[in-house]
């Protein structure tokens, strides 16, 4: 399969060719001997490789399954999933991983399976799988009742280290949740309650942990400038949402407990400068944090309704409007989207559109921006706290030389473990 003509993340203007998997040549006027799709005026981008999402398999079908979360993923532009470890059974131990191994092998797009860490985990065994990452490791509780100890985090990120995983951290610390506001009602509520200084702190402690181990970390879904700030002060790295660059508390009274989620959303002073340091180049990566849940179960009240939003589908639209409006280099979501998350995950050959890399593309109309409608999107949940805005959505997703997605039709391929 040829591509003729695409402009790359960085303007150039080349032909793309794919055998196989993988591309393997990038130049110009080149020979076409097969399918030839002509990609002028159009940007070729690698696919999005999203290091957080929870598909809530096994345990929670009624909410996604692996191939709603992945047709959802194809549709948006994400060729490779990290799936986090709070599912039912808990990915915490080998029988855990075998289980939702299984049920990975229905996704459309490749996927790694994360390891998390409770009490009862089962390090030796679970470090033997080949696991994505060690992670999201939970410092204050969240879905799923995962939250650990200092003492646990450190073995965690000690057993993480030897064994060469990556490993992630979810940073809040719940002693500094502000318990002065549980009469309240309002869906600010949560924003109030989960502070910003619960955040900061953590971070920085989770931080300090692993510097003192001489480990690296991954701080997931950073919501503070100042979060950020620690992170790359301590020469760790971190991970945005694009709910924590789109929305604010200030939309929380459209949104109501549909905007319950952890770490809650900020202010949007703190969303501001969030949009401003990944425009800059200083936050690594951007990751979806895709945690849907039924319109039945989010519409309850404040402390009772369920955290997490969908997201996998939108994050890719959301920031190539971005960069439709000039906000956004095209070369600055590349890093952020694949490049950086190749480097920090491992993923060899990938991440990049070069010769001998992964055939992980995605090709779009740059100027194709349309209203975000929930009823429009493919997770099992069909709703989305985008919408009404605009994004530009992919016209065509590839997963190692597959087209997995082309014009609203999925192809019935199969992905596959890249950690396998
Ligand atoms: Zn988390």
Known sequence: ??????????????????????????????????????????????????????????????????????????????????????????TVDAAGYERKAELASASLVDYAINGGVTDDWAPEELLEKPIGALGEVFLADSTGEMGIGTGRYEEAVKRAHDAGVPITVHAEDAALFDESVIDRTDPDAWSAYRTAAAEIEAIRHACRVAADLGARVHIAHTSTPEGVEATSEAGMTCEVTPHHLFLSRADLEELGTFGRMNPPLR????????????????????????????????????????????????????????????????DRIRDVTAANVADIFGLEHGGRIEAGNRADLVLVDPDASVPIRGEDLHSKCEWTPFEGRRGVFPELTTVRGCVVFRDGEFADVAGRNVRR
């Open 1 to 90: 399969m040829l591509f003729r003509d695409a402009t790359l993340a960085d303007g150039r203007v080349r032909d793309v060719r794919i055998d196989g998997e993988s591309i393997v040549d990038v130049g110009t006027g080149l020979d076409d001997d097969g399918e030839t799709i002509d990609a002028d005026g159009k940007r070729l981008l690698p696919g999005m490789i999203d290091a957080h999402v929870h598909f809530r398999q096994p345990g929670f079908p009624h909410k996604e399954t692996w191939l709603t979360g992945s047709k959802s993923a194809a549709a948006g532009g994400v060729t490779t999933v990290f799936d986090q470890p709070n599912t039912e059974p808990p």
């Open 267 to 330: 202010s949007e002073d703190r969303r501001e400068s969030m949009l401003r340091l990944l425009a800059d180049g200083d936050i690594d990566i951007v990751a979806t944090d895709h945690a849907p849940h039924t319109r039945t179960e989010k519409d309850a009240g404040i402390w009772d309704a369920p955290s997490g939003v969908p997201g996998v589908e939108t994050a890719l639209p959301l920031l190539l409007e971005e960069a439709r409006n000039g906000r956004l280099g095209y």
